[in-house]
């Protein structure tokens, strides 16, 4: 069974909008959390984004639910 | 379309809840602050925990590693049967006894468990006996084992076994204890007998452990003040360092911390593990409360706008308490 992913939405630029949600993802292989030239990697522009980290990596590893993650170009 | 209705269909769509829906909204909006509220202080507890965790897991408390780290992070709700259907949360705890959050608890337990042998001594007195007490030392050998626990236990009760030989209406109660971030082994007993000598306890207790250093002095405090001057051990961990926390929860895994003899074992009551929960009724309205199936995180079940359950049970007891 393929295990949950992360799920990864772009900050909206204005206050009052929705964040874009761009998907599931895995970070690479031996990473539990993204950085910012994963997100490059991924085809992802400048800008704040959010991750939300699968419950089952934030129990083992101790992490917490929400990711921030800011690609600067 | 209103905002929540919005939130609805984009959690769907995104495979989320509608707390977590309303959670991110709260990260992602330029004009805040993102993961404002997870303070340093959440960090270090993170951080603290994880070690702990990491220490348990190596040697095989796996559940207890998930429980220490996961506690009070999770939680699950609870409604009520009244025509409001006030809804409340109710975190997850681990109840280990060396957590931070857990420690206070199970001293509230221990001590509602005990106190009334302290009842029975304040109103059948026997001549000649009082509260004193005792401390039992044993020699700091650098770690600390379930074996070398037992073993201590076995001999404290054996020391007061023989102290109170032949004689009737005795009680004792002690906590095993530890120095701060060390591992010197010691009990502190709270007994209720009559005058022993520390000469004689001290060679009862040679006698028995091999251990030279014991003391005993009769209690400043009387009744329930007795027991909560003893328990105070329990309710504090008695370290800051993860390695030594984690190394406690190991060496007293399947091993009780607190031992009752005599008068205090026969009237202990209560429910130490807490298998009852106080919370059969809505603190608002009194109607029966259910336990809605699911666990969620604490986080989410307050972004949903749910009350913490033991807020009202601090303002209930205080209110008790004063009048």
Redesign the interface.
């Known amino acids: 069974m393929k295990p949950e992913a992360y799920k990864i939405w772009k900050n909206p630029e204005h206050r009052g909008e929705s964040p874009k949600y761009l998907g599931d993802f895995y970070p690479p292989k031996g990473q539990v959390c993204f950085f910012n030239s994963d997100l490059t990697a991924l085809g992802f522009g400048a800008g704040d984004y959010t991750i939300r980290v699968p419950s089952l990596i934030r129990k083992i590893y101790a992490l917490p639910e929400w990711q921030k993650v800011s690609v600067i170009e | 379309m209103s905002d929540l209705s ?1 939130f609805q269909v ?1 959690a769907e ?4 809840s509608l707390g ?1 829906r309303f ?2 909204e709260s ?5 805040l602050r ?2 404002e509220d ?1 303070t340093e202080e ?1 960090y270090n507890e ?2 603290f ?2 070690r702990v ?1 990491e220490l348990l897991g190596a040697n095989g408390l796996i559940g207890k590693a ?1 429980r220490y ?2 506690c009070a992070r999770m939680g699950f709700c609870l409604e009520c049967e009244g025509e409001e259907h006030h809804r409340f949360f109710s975190p997850l705890y681990c109840d280990l006894r060396f957590c931070p959050r857990c420690a206070p608890r199970r001293f509230a337990r221990l001590f509602a468990r005990h106190c009334r042998a302290l009842e029975y001594i304040r109103r059948h007195v026997v001549r000649g006996f009082r509260l004193r007490e005792i401390t039992l030392t044993s020699i700091n050998t650098g770690s600390l084992s379930a074996d070398q626990i037992k073993k201590f236990n076995k001999h404290v009760k054996l020391t007061i076994r023989r102290l109170m030989k032949s004689l009737r209406g005795w009680g004792a109660i002690w906590v095993d204890e530890v120095g701060f971030n060390n591992t010197n082994l010691h009990a502190h007993v709270l007994i209720y007998c009559p005058y022993i000598a520390q000469e004689r306890l001290a060679a009862v207790w040679q006698l028995v452990s091999g251990h030279q250093v014991a003391w005993i002095e009769q209690s400043h405090v009387f009744g329930p003040k007795a027991l909560l001057h003893l328990l105070k051990y329990v309710s504090k961990p008695p370290a800051n360092d993860p390695k030594i926390i984690g190394m406690l929860e190991v060496a007293f895994h399947g091993t009780r911390r607190v031992h009752a003899l005599g008068l205090f074992y026969n009237f202990a009551g209560g429910d130490e593990d807490g298998e009852e929960s106080e919370w059969q009724t809505c603190p608002k309205c009194g109607a029966q409360l259910t336990l809605i199936k699911g666990q969620h ?1 604490v ?1 989410e079940l307050r972004a949903l706008g749910l009350e913490f359950i033991g807020f009202f049970k601090i303002k209930g007891k205080n209110k008790k308490w004063l009048n």
């Not at chain 2, 990260?27 to 004009?31: A, E, F």
Request: aromatic content about 10%.
């Open positions: 919005r984009e769509a995104w495979g989320i977590t959670e991110l990260l992602v909006q330029p004009s993102p993961l997870f959440d993170f951080e925990r994880g965790a998930k780290i996961d995180s986080r």
